[in-house]
Structure formats: C-alpha cells, structure tokens
C-alpha cells in the first residue's frame, strides 16, 4: 500500500470532532494572516475541540496548550477589538528580545518533556513540550501583532505534522502541513504591512 493510499485511508476514517477542529484551525489561520478579528472565534473553536482529541490521543501537554489557546482567542479577540478604532500596528522585535524568547522556551520545554517522560504515559514528550512552550509564546506575539510570530509557526507546525502522525491523527498532521504553507504567506502580508507602516 502506497504512503498516499494509506494516508487517504487514515484520513477518511477521521472522526467528525476531528473534521470540525481542522476546519475551524485553518480558518483561524487564514483570517489571521488577513489580519481579521474573526480569526479569533474559530480559534476559539478548534482549540476547544483540540483540547479533547489530545486528551484521548495522551498528548496531555499538548491538551493543556489547546486550553490556553482557548484562553489566548479570547484575549486575542478583546486586544484587537480594543485596538479596531487605533489600527494595531504590527511590531517587529529585537534580534535579543527573540534571544530570550527562544532561551526560556527551550529551558521550559527540557524541564516539561523530562517531567512527563518520567511520570506520566505522555507520547512523545520532548516533541510536545518544545511545540507547546513556543506555541505558548507564538501565540502571546500573535495577539501583540509581532511579525516574527510567523517564524515561529513555521518551526513549530513541521515539527507538529511528526507529533500527530505518530499519534495517528492524519487529518491534523495535514493540517499542520497546510499551517506551515499559510505561515510563509502570512509572514509576506505581515512584512509587506510593516514595511507599509514604517514608510
């Protein structure tokens, strides 16, 4: 059986909450690469559904991120609503404010991935903790209009298309594939409304 015949097969087998929270996903992203506020209802959405379907698939950590995304979509929604009449400029940071970033996400996500491997069933914990501590940090740049945020969406959603494999949701794991072609173009639409701004 070829890899493409398998992977449709997997994929018409996707249970219909897993459908529902891919399609809300990738609206999300869509409309957030377009800088629109309703991004953050379907984020609400997915992240809601998520949070179920990486319970069951003992991705716990990754559970726990989908809460805080939940979380995150209403907080987005209020910050860009607040800013509607202003116009959020998008923000670029320093090359140290990212240091930092990426120095206390990878501490975060060794400390994490070590604490579930020793004392839980988590599958692959190292890849979920470094997928959800950047993903906790992405989103926060995401709800500040921070244009790096799409750079890190591009590390994180390829490592994510190997979490969900091996955990055998195929359809997310394409979705994640799908994530990381909007995350280049929404990076083009972010730098080009930047350079716009700083004309």
């Known amino acids: ?21 891919v399609f809300s996903s990738i609206i999300y992203v869509v409309l957030a690469a377009k800088r629109m506020i309703l991004c953050w209802l379907f984020a609400f959405i997915g992240s809601a559904l998520f949070v179920y379907l990486c ?29 509607e009449n202003d116009q959020l400029e998008i923000k670029k940071w320093k090359v140290n404010e990212h240091l930092l970033n990426i120095v206390i996400s990878g501490i975060v996500a060794a400390v994490l991935g070590y604490l579930f491997d020793k004392f839980t069933n988590q599958a692959n914990p190292y890849v979920d903790a470094f997928t959800t501590c950047y993903s906790l940090s992405a989103t926060f740049m ?19 298309i190997y979490l969900y494999a091996q955990r055998d949701y195929h359809l997310t794991a394409v979705q994640y594939g799908i994530f990381t072609i909007i995350a280049v173009f929404g990076f083009i639409a972010w730098w080009n409304q930047y350079k716009m701004q700083t004309v």
């Not at 059986?1 to 929270?21: D, G, K, Q, R």
């Not at 698939?57 to 929604?77: D, H, K, P, R, T």
């Not at 995401?142 to 994510?160: A, E, F, P």
């Open 1 to 21: 059986m070829s890899f493409f015949t398998s992977l449709w097969e997997n994929i018409v087998a996707t249970s219909l909450i897993e459908y529902l929270a």
């Open 55 to 83: 319970y069951v698939g003992e991705l716990y950590i990754e559970s726990m991120l989908q809460l805080f995304y939940v979380a995150m979509a209403i907080v987005g929604w209020l910050n860009w609503k607040k800013s």
């Open 142 to 160: 995401v709800t500040k209009k921070v244009l790096g945020n799409w750079i890190y969406w591009i590390v994180i959603d390829i490592v994510s």
